[in-house]
């Protein structure tokens, strides 16, 4: 199956790959000249083969540069339609469609969304490429300065009023979070 989607991939709309990259790009003149598709990790623990790299030439008014974009696939499933479940299949999905990634405390940041769209048999999620701007093996600082953002980060979400309330959010995480909230 992933070679299928692959091959699939390879043939995608070029109209629909330009509007991609013409966001990513924040131009609406940008032109693809080539492009490619690859793998970009089977890594993953849900979703091991859903990561694929665009990437190729283009140009504008601005000249010819590079640019890269990410595909995430995912795959549709009717194993647990318990759409409060921490494993149900199209939350990622849900939580780049609700907006709630734009709004998110000062110091965080996510990639950019470029957009959506649902399959018969998934969905996809069309988001900037991140490149590491350090080396992958972290020091002990870098974990420190990690944990202290995630500390800060999730005391900045507890003191959002109201809370969201999407039941696509695990619902375990969503109680203890407004329990916590009504004791402070």
Sequence with gaps: MPEDMLETLRVIDPQLLTDVVRQDQRSSTFEILDWTVKRLSDKGIMNP?????????????????SWSVVLKTLKGSDDDPNIGNMNYWKRELLLVQSGLMERLPNGVTVPRSYGTSEHK?????????????????????????????????????LNLKPLPDFPWLQESCSRLVRDISHVS
Excluded: K, Y
């Excluded at 083969?49 to 540069?65: A, K, V």
């Excluded at 701007?133 to 995630?150: K, L």
């Design 121 to 157: 048999d998934g969905a996809w999620i069309w988001m900037e490429r991140i490149s590491e701007s350090i080396n992958p093996r972290w020091t002990m600082d870098q974990h420190i300065f990690a944990a202290r953002q995630v500390g800060r980060f999730s005391a900045q979400c």
């Design 49 to 65: 083969d859903g990561l694929f790299l665009f990437s190729g030439q283009g140009r504008d008014e601005q000249g010819i540069r």
